[in-house]
């Protein structure tokens, strides 16, 4: 046995599930040609694996210093399970954004407020146009002007009033960092 484990048929439901929530839309064509396995020596990590790079796996199980190489070329990690949930991981962002059918663009200074951790209030009618579409607490995929994958988040209305609830963004990896010290 190879140090990897396929998902069972319904996590391989609970990822789909999430992705297609934050997509909002179907996203059978990204899987197909794909496998989607589970590390387990790191049982918390999904990782989307091409089916021609899964011999690396089986060639390397057997050498224990050899492991964050598998990992490396497990290319895209997809996020986690965690209670019987499956949360979409901010390292999927850039695999992710090509398939996105709801998107909302920052300007410069709301970009900034978002990547700090903050919500977003939408105040002008740049941002009121783009979210006139979406869904009452409709999941989105944050951009910034220049087209780079943000984060995720959320529109909440609360009467006359609309903000970008922040959900995670690229920013949390510098905010947990500076914790970590």
Not at 89 to 105: M, N
Not at 128 to 141: G, S
């Amino acid at each position: 046995m190879g140090i990897y484990e396929r998902l069972s048929k319904e996590e391989v439901k609970l990822v789909e599930t999430s992705i297609n929530h934050l997509l909002g839309s179907n996203v059978f064509d990204i899987f197909v040609g794909k496998e989607l396995i589970k590390i387990i020596d790191r049982r918390t990590e999904i990782f989307l694996v091409p089916q021609e790079d899964l011999f690396l796996f089986d060639n390397f199980s057997s050498l224990l210093p050899e492991k964050s190489l598998i990992i490396a070329h497990a290319r895209i990690k997809l996020g986690f399970f965690t209670h019987k949930k499956f949360l979409i991981g901010i390292e999927s962002l850039t695999f992710l954004a090509p398939f996105a059918r709801r998107r909302i663009q920052l300007d410069a200074d709301n970009m900034k407020r978002f990547i700090f951790g903050k919500d977003v209030e939408i105040n002008t009618i740049s941002l009121q146009n783009q979210v006139e579409y979406l869904d009452k607490d409709a999941t989105t995929m944050v951009f910034s002007s220049t087209n780079i994958p943000l984060g995720y988040g959320r529109v909440i209305s609360n009467g006359t009033k609309k903000w970008l609830q922040n959900l995670v963004d690229i920013g949390i990896f510098l905010r947990s960092e500076k914790s970590a010290f």
